[in-house]
Structures are given as C-alpha cells and as structure tokens.
C-alpha cells in the first residue's frame, strides 16, 4: 500500500490547519483529567505496573500505526510502548470515536496556541492557564504525545468490550486515516 498521498495529504491538512485557522476553540480540559474523555471509565482505566500481563510496542509513523490493530482481554492491563518514527508529532490515544472526536478540538486549541507545531511541542506553554484553570498538559493515562523520535510508555487496563481505537488527535491526522482498531477477545 503506498503511503506517499496520506502522507502529503495529512501534511497539507496540518498545515492548512495551523496556518490559516481564525477560530479559536474553547480550552478544552487537558491538564485536568480531560481529552474530552468523561466516558473514559468505560472503556478502561490506568494500569498498574505490577498488574501488566504483557507488553505491545506500537510505532507511530507518519499517518499510521504498526500494528494497525491490537487484540485485548476485558479486564487485560497492557504497557504499550510508543515510538515515534515518523518526521511529526504524533499521538497514541485509546479511546472511543466520539472520545476522539471531543478530543480533536483541544488538540486544534494546542496548534492555535502555538503548543504543537508540526514537529515538536512547546513543554513550557502546556503548563499555561488556557482559561478557568485549565492547562494543555497532555497527561492523561490513556494517551501519550511524542515528538519525533520519541519513545513513551501507556499502561492501561481495558474494562469494556465496546468499540475502541487507538489514534493520533494532532489536528488532519485521524481524518487522513492515523487510526487503529483495539479487537476483544
């Protein structure tokens, strides 16, 4: 499958995005339990270290995942190593596609900002107040975001057998097909 069109298609999207984008979307609930996520205990919680029953390593490239889709037992907590090869910066979030969707709109936010630029993160800014208290932190338990040649760790611990992902929210990134499926069985 050639990868060469998402990729460029992607690029254009994120840049056209932080470019040229006017709005400003409310600050979203990063750095306090957020992603948009208040379904989160739904579809699982953070592992404990002691309780992983294996390991799945994940490498994130540019517009796609590898594997693109991962197998787990309800109940199973799994430390999923992230690696970003790609040349951007990229997300590994487990959740839902509504989750996902409320999630698109801080990441919007954290480009606008100038938090996240294509290729790397401003640390500093994550930490700033975006309004009634509310920070861009990116430390949610069930997501990670990796500049490029990055490396992290997610442990998470699935409770529920619904229809879950894994994706980048970095804005054009889940529209230009930066998704996985997480199967049960």
């Known amino acids: 499958m050639n990868k060469l069109p998402k990729v460029i298609a992607m690029t254009f999207v994120s840049a056209t995005l932080a470019l040229g984008s006017a709005q400003i979307w409310a600050a979203g609930t990063h750095g ?29 490239g540019d517009n796609f995942y590898e594997p693109e889709s991962i ?16 040349e951007f910066v990229h997300e590994f979030n487990i959740g839902t596609t509504a989750m996902h969707a409320a999630h698109q709109s801080e990441m919007m936010t954290m480009m606008e900002h100038g938090i996240l630029q294509a290729d790397k993160i401003n640390h500093a800014m994550m930490k700033m107040d975006m309004g009634g208290g509310k920070t861009m932190e990116h430390n949610d338990p069930n997501s990670i975001l990796l500049e490029p040649g ?21 804005p054009g990134h889940y529209d230009a097909g930066m998704m996985g499926h997480v199967r049960f069985n």
Request: net charge positive.
């Open 32 to 60: 306090n339990g957020g992603h948009g996520q208040g379904g989160q205990s739904k579809i699982g919680v953070a592992g404990k270290t002691a309780d992983v029953t294996r390991t799945i390593e994940i490498k994130m």
């Open 71 to 86: 197998t787990v037992k309800k109940g199973e907590t799994i430390r999923f190593t992230v690696k970003n090869a790609g």
């Open 150 to 170: 990055k490396s992290g760790d997610v442990v998470w611990k699935f409770s529920d057998a619904s229809k879950i992902e894994f994706a980048c929210n970095v």
